[in-house]
C-alpha cells in the first residue's frame, strides 16, 4: 500500500460563496469521516494536495494526515474517498478521505496487472479481461498497490479464475474464487471476417497504385 503525508487545517467558513473565495486564495475544501469520526471540514493547499493525488495515479493509499487547529495538531491515517474536480480542467473542487483503523482488517478493491503476451492471442484468439480488480480484505499496510497475474501462457479456450491469483499470506480474498478472471477465446465470426475485410483492402491498396503507375 502506497503511503503519503499530507497537512490540513481546520475550515471554519461554509457556503459556496465561501468554497470560492478559498479556491481562489489558493486552497482547497476537503472532509474527512469514518466509523468513528464525526465529520470534520477541512481546508488544504491545493498545489501540494494535487501534485500528491496526482503521484497516486489514482491507486489505492494511505495517508498520515496532520490537522492543525491553531493550537493543536493530531495526526490520523485517513484514504481518499471521492474527488470532485472541475469537468473543463480537472481542477480540484472537493475532496472527501475516509479515516481507517490500522490495526483492524479493512476491504479494499485491488488493481489486476495482466502481464505478458497471450500465446492464444498470437494464434489467432481474442482475449477478453472479466474482472479488472479483485476484492482484498487485510491491515491496511498488507493490502498491495496491485496484484500481477501472467498470461503467457493462455492458449485459445484457456481461462483464468480469481483462485489463480497469488495472494500475500496476510491477506484474504473476497472475491469468488471460481469467477473467471480473463480467458482467451477463438474471435467471433464478425470480428474474424472484419479482420479479414481490413487485410483484403490493406492488399488491394497497392495493387491499385500499381495499376495506376501502368496507365501512367
Not at 30 to 53: H, Q
Not at 121 to 139: C, R
Not at 184 to 190: G, N, R
Amino acid at each position: 500500500m502506497l503511503q503519503y503525508d499530507l497537512s490540513a487545517q481546520i475550515r471554519n467558513e461554509f457556503g459556496k460563496g465561501s468554497a470560492r473565495s478559498l479556491r481562489r486564495s489558493g486552497g482547497t475544501p476537503a472532509v474527512l469521516y469514518g466509523p468513528k469520526t464525526e465529520p470534520i471540514p477541512l481546508v488544504f493547499t491545493t498545489k501540494t494536495l494535487t501534485n500528491t493525488l496526482l503521484a497516486m495515479q489514482r491507486r489505492n493509499a494511505v495517508f498520515s494526515l496532520d490537522i492543525a487547529d491553531g493550537s493543536s495538531a493530531a495526526k490520523r491515517h485517513v484514504i481518499v474517498k471521492e474527488i470532485q474536480t472541475k469537468p473543463v480542467d480537472d481542477s480540484l473542487l472537493h475532496v472527501d478521505f475516509f479515516e481507517v483503523s490500522m490495526t483492524e482488517p479493512i476491504v479494499f478493491d485491488v488493481p489486476i496487472k495482466y502481464a505478458g503476451n497471450a500465446k492464444g492471442v498470437e494464434l489467432g484468439g481474442e482475449m477478453n479481461i472479466f474482472h479488472a480488480k479483485v476484492s482484498l480484505k487485510g491491515i491496511i499496510l498488507d493490502i498491495p498497490d496491485f496484484i500481477e497475474i501472467d498470461v503467457s501462457n493462455l492458449g485459445i479456450g484457456d481461462r483464468l479464475h480469481f483462485s489463480d491469483l497469488v495472494i500475500p499470506d496476510k491477506v484474504e480474498i473476497l472475491s469468488a474464487g471460481e469467477e473467471t478472471c480473463v480467458a482467451v477465446q477463438e474471435q467471433s465470426k464478425a470480428a474474424l471476417l472484419e479482420e479479414q475485410e481490413m487485410e483484403a483492402e490493406g492488399e488491394e491498396a497497392p495493387a491499385a497504385a500499381e495499376g495506376a503507375k501502368e496507365a501512367v
